[in-house]
DNA sequence: GGTATATGTTAACACTGTGAACATTGCCTC
DNA sequence: GAGGCAATGTTCACAGTGTTAACATATACC
């Protein structure tokens, strides 16, 4: 007979590891991830702190965990803003969108989720491995590179660009939410979405706007109004 | 008559606020924040723990004290590169190497002092204020804006971008360093620092590029090549 | 049904930050 | 110079923390 994991008969709790990163990211979402305390969480799920050693090898072991559940949060953030938009018939003016959606999706689940998304970042140890790529369904990364491609396949982007502009767009949005959660803290709400705005138009400007001159240009004669 | 610090007289210590705060540096330097244990720093400079709460209300402020030096070799790594860039006698293309040379030794400092830079910017506490502004000399932030004031003075800036253009640099710069960090850690150092270079130049091309349509455009005819 | 294995428990260790009470030193005033 | 006060360090002590070793129990498989 199959047991379902209601069932917990006393001892066994049925599926303590579950219950525990559950436990661990309610913690997190509040406290960050210096919240995730290993007796804390095994307290709250009704079972002693050394039972966690049999589904965790160390406690960064469940902080990982939650990490990896924040990862996802943030992508279902980024999918949530990507439905809002909706098509203008612009196929490029749609990209450009599309690509800012995303942008706002990862911003605001920083925002929204603080605490997860501190977590999801906090690899603390210096020179220690990062774990690798997450392969559950569609990763913030993977999304974002789809919205380059499709900058690119209406000729906003160049072919060469993809992974360098993926790279400065996600560097550019991620240091803006880490800021808006550090150093600007204190600042308004709506100062803080137009913060947003601003920094998912300059984005698209660094991306799509060619200064004549290749390298280091002088810039040409277009100058301001 | 002037007792000089260096005179200990066994029990009292002389100056031991600074010789923790130097203690704690060199820890959080190669270990990150948290290396920085109060009954470690103050064994090592040869007192007990409490002693410390005597110069720091608690452990924090300790860190907070590490996390102010930070800032200040951050300031220092700015100045530095910011003093390799030679005047071209364009004043333009001064501007736009002063801002990108200052980037520079942001994201430098990043990558030097790993464990500095994440001090600095380790404000664990949610909803808790950060330590107001830094009062010492030229703060990072200040050399940034004052490198746009010149962008601007040469018409590369609008008047009204002066500060929005410093905070999308400024978060599209601490992004990069971020990631350099964390999720980016295993690149080639070569491969980091060409990143740092594109970052740069997508950088000022949001800056000083303006794209005909004001505010979301589908832009202009200006393809790629 | 009996046994191996997975899963929890208890006891214990070496740490951590921090508070209260006590001790020593140096400076300031008479 | 002598005495007292404030600054600075020390000794105990406590409540936590992650983690290990040895032991107990329930579940799954032959």
Redesign the interface.
């Known amino acids: 007979m199959v047991k379902l994991p209601s069932e917990t008969s006393g001892y066994h709790h049925g599926n303590l590891r579950q219950a525990m990163v559950d436990a661990a990211t309610e913690l997190a979402r ?5 919240a995730i305390v290993l007796r804390g969480v095994a307290r709250s799920v009704g079972v002693t702190a050394t039972a966690a050693y049999r589904h965790f090898a160390a406690r960064s072991d469940l902080v990982d965990a939650v990490a990896e559940r924040g990862y996802e949060r943030m992508a279902k953030s980024m999918l949530a803003e990507l439905a809002r938009v909706r098509a203008t018939g ?1 196929p ?2 749609d990209a ?2 599309r690509l ?1 959606a995303e942008g706002r999706g990862y911003v605001r689940f920083a925002l929204d989720e ?2 997860l998304f ?1 977590t999801a ?1 906090e ?2 140890r ?1 020179g220690t ?2 774990p690798a790529q997450y392969d559950w369904g569609p990763s913030p990364w993977g999304l974002l590179c789809e919205a380059l491609a499709d900058l690119r396949d209406v ?4 072919d060469h660009d993809v992974e ?2 993926a ?2 767009a ?10 808006l ?6 600042l308004s709400p709506e100062h803080g979405t137009a ?1 947003i705005d ?2 998912l ?11 004549p001159g290749s390298a ?4 040409d004669g ?4």
Chains 1, 2 share one sequence.
């Open positions: 509040t406290g960050g991830p210096s612009d490029r003016r450009i969108e800012q603080p605490g501190a970042f690899h603390d210096f491995e990062i000729d906003l982007l160049a360098g502009g790279l400065y996600w560097a550019a949005v991620h240091g803006l939410a880490v800021l959660l550090s150093s600007l803290s204190n913060l601003a920094q138009e300059y984005i698209v400007r660094g991306l799509c706007s060619d200064l280091v240009p002088g810039v277009s100058d301001r109004p």
